[in-house]
């Protein structure tokens, strides 16, 4: 075990790429009496952050808002942070970069997780003849929906430095790899991915944040599991028999997360990357797959998927269906009236982001004061109203979907 191995290829003030990682495409307003580094600037600006507000009633696995003690999506970016942080430390990462990444890397996650995510995808191959994925849409949220207002309480984009946003959208853990490496060139983020996993970060604390972000959820899921009673005697069986090979007395969140953590520092180095030992390695395989069969098919989520299916179809049904040019806005307030927690708030979403002489009174709030990128233009194409339709959707938390879809019940 080598502390600081990775000190020399740390992102800090000096390395060979520090300006274009720290790089903003606007460029973000100072204050005098600033104290923080520029990635510490980046994570209290997703701190603030609406989307990252909302993560707190979001599913990770189990769709269950009335359990306290169910991992929600916040719970699990905390642990990746923890994970992440804790390596970083040790290997001489940069840990307010990691930090960073890890506090932003699931603000693109749609609600009901990743069920949500698929009804997304299918919606947008339909309608827009591209994918959904959380990931990309984790940098559209911060680079182009989520606003904070400056110093003059203009509402503005976030701006994050490119590492931070390289993180966010190349963190898919799902393909099972081992030895991660960063790449070499700093490609346009927004348009060269063009699929989940297509490249690995641009830097080692972003490669970081991605292994971290398998080790955070493996157990976790598996001690939801057990407390939703996912798990019959087979099962409880065959972790105790992986235990017993690993020498172990049983498989927690706490002692996968612990050896995983200790395992990640022993074995990585710059030569060899951010990595598990073989055993280690072949203990996270065979979890996943010990959920994916006991838990992630489980027949216990089948109505709970059908049912998030229907919540999502039929909202963007309800707002597709106002469509109608410049009539539009008209549509969506004689439908206010009757379900204001879907098309009102759906209307004053989309002024924010609108040119605003498009935007009515009634829709309108302060738009002068939103000096973000208009990315819906003057709203007048069936693409952009139904990718607005997909932004606010992915927005939406678990809690927020099904009250909008029971008022769609009584409409």
């Not at 172990?248 to 997360?257: D, F, G, P, R, Y």
């Not at 007048?380 to 009250?403: H, K, N, P």
């Amino acid at each position: 075990m080598s502390k600081n191995a990775f000190a020399d290829a740390a992102a800090v003030p000096g390395c060979a790429r520090w300006e274009a990682l720290t790089r903003r495409e606007t460029g973000l307003y100072r204050r005098e009496d600033e104290i923080r580094s520029e990635f510490a600037r980046d994570y209290t600006r997703l701190l603030h952050s609406l989307a990252y507000r909302r993560l707190k009633h979001k599913t990770q696995v189990f769709y269950n808002i009335d359990n306290d003690h169910v991992c929600t999506r916040m719970e699990h970016v905390a642990h990746v942070e923890s994970v992440s942080g804790t390596i970083a430390n040790f290997l001489g990462l940069n840990t307010e970069l990691t930090k960073a990444i890890a506090t932003g890397h699931d603000v693109g996650h749609a609600p009901f997780g990743h069920q949500g995510e698929r009804i997304l995808n299918e919606l947008s191959q339909k309608y827009l003849g591209t994918g959904f994925w959380h990931e990309r849409n984790g940098l559209r949220f911060v680079d182009k929906i989520d606003l904070l207002a400056n110093s003059y309480n203009d509402m503005k984009n976030l701006d994050l430095t490119y590492a931070v946003r390289d993180g966010i959208i190349s963190h898919c853990g799902e393909v099972d790899e081992n030895g991660i490496f960063p790449r070499k060139e700093l490609i346009d983020l927004e348009r060269d991915f063009t699929a989940p996993g297509q490249f690995q970060p641009a830097t080692w604390e972003g490669c970081l944040v991605k292994i971290a972000d398998k080790v955070a959820y493996i157990g976790r899921d598996i001690e939801d599991a057990k407390r939703l009673g996912f798990l019959n005697g087979e099962a409880e069986e065959r972790l105790r028999d992986m235990a017993r090979i690993d020498n172990e007395q049983v498989l927690n969140t706490t002692v996968i997360m612990h050896n995983m953590i200790i395992d990640i520092c022993e074995s990585s180095t710059p030569e060899r990357g951010i990595c598990l030992s073989e055993r280690f390695f072949g203990q996270m395989t065979e979890l996943k797959k010990f959920n994916y069969e006991y838990i992630y098919r489980h027949k216990r989520f089948r109505t709970y998927s059908k049912y998030s299916a229907m919540v999502i179809h039929e909202i963007f049904d309800a707002l597709y269906e106002q469509f109608d040019g410049k009539a539009t806005w008209m549509k969506l307030e004689k439908e206010a009236k009757y379900c204001p927690e879907l098309f009102r708030n759906f209307g004053k979403f989309i002024s924010n982001y609108v040119n605003p002489d498009q935007v009515p009174e009634e829709f309108s709030r302060e738009v002068f004061r939103y000096r973000n990128e208009k990315i819906y233009g003057n709203l007048d194409s069936s693409e952009l109203y139904v990718q607005a339709i997909i932004d606010f959707i992915s927005g939406m938390t678990d809690r927020y979907a099904i009250a909008a879809f029971e008022e769609l019940l009584k409409y």
